[in-house]
């Protein structure tokens, strides 16, 4: 289904990102336009190096752009305070990256907690690790853990304040392909059951085929953006 195009989350606008190296400068975003709809699962693909972690740190406020300018339900990132940046990160977005950061001495159902403790109206722990296929591991250990189990507790973790977006930088990076299509398949019931739009960053390019939109990085720059016609299931993927 194309996205709801009237729903603009983000909106971003000529972005540059210049990273200052004292005798050489680095330009790892090169004036990048683009908007991102509500409930929509968009991959962004493209080589290492050409932008893509930098692009998604800028957008979920990590990082901030040199030039341009991004909005995020029409509040400006951009110019946003530190403190307003703190504010929009624990509230609004959701984070999974490649290694999963899950606190070792803490359960599934605790490493959960600790985000919904600080969460206006987050879910249940427990409801959360249940929408990943978690409900009977809420007691584990990470070490305890398959690899694919706990990044789908590093999923239930982001998603559990009901973020709007969920930001994911190579979230299968690390696991194998079997594993690594539960994983996705958590990602897209998250995406479908809680409208939350996600952002999934990676060099490849099977992921893309279960996307709603695949944006293009090429060297800083987007070369292409492209309506998926037909939207693969995570099972369907090979790679
Ligand atoms: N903190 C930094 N300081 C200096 N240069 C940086 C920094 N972060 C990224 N870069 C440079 O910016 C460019 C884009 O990096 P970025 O991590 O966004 O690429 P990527 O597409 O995510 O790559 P990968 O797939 O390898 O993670 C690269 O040339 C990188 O070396």
Redesign the pocket.
């Known amino acids: 289904m194309p996205p709801d195009t009237s729903d603009v989350v983000f909106h971003a606008e000529g972005i540059t990102k210049v ?1 200052d ?1 004292g005798e050489v400068q ?1 330009h ?1 975003l090169r004036g990048v336009s683009l908007d991102l709809y509500r409930g929509e699962f968009v991959v962004m693909l ?1 080589a ?7 692009l998604l740190n800028i957008l979920g406020g990590l990082d901030t752009a040199t030039d341009g300018n991004v909005t995020y339900c029409g509040k400006n990132l951009t110019r946003a305070s530190n403190r307003e940046l703190t504010d929009y990160r624990r509230h609004h977005v959701g984070f999974v990256f490649q290694f999963y950061n899950l606190i070792p001495s803490l359960t599934a159902e605790e490493n959960v907690a600790v985000v919904t403790e600080i969460a206006d109206d987050p879910m249940l722990p427990a409801e959360a690790l249940e929408l990943v296929g978690l409900g009977d591991r809420l007691h584990h250990f990470p070490a305890q853990l398959s690899g694919g189990q706990q990044q789908r507790v590093a999923i239930a973790r982001a998603i559990a304040k009901r973020p709007a977006v969920l930001l994911c930088d190579e979230p299968t990076g690390a696991l194998d392909s079997t594993t690594g299509v539960v994983v996705l398949e958590a990602l897209r019931r998250v995406n479908r059951e809680l409208n939350t739009t996600v952002a999934i ?1 990676t ?1 490849n390019a099977g992921i893309a085929e279960m996307a709603d939109r695949v944006i293009y990085l090429i060297d800083g720059q987007i070369s292409d953006i492209k309506n998926n016609e037909s939207i693969k299931t995570p099972s369907e993927i090979v790679w």
Do not use: D, E, P
């Open positions: 990273y190296m680095v790892a493209g290492s190096g050409s932008g893509k972690s930098t960053i060099h």
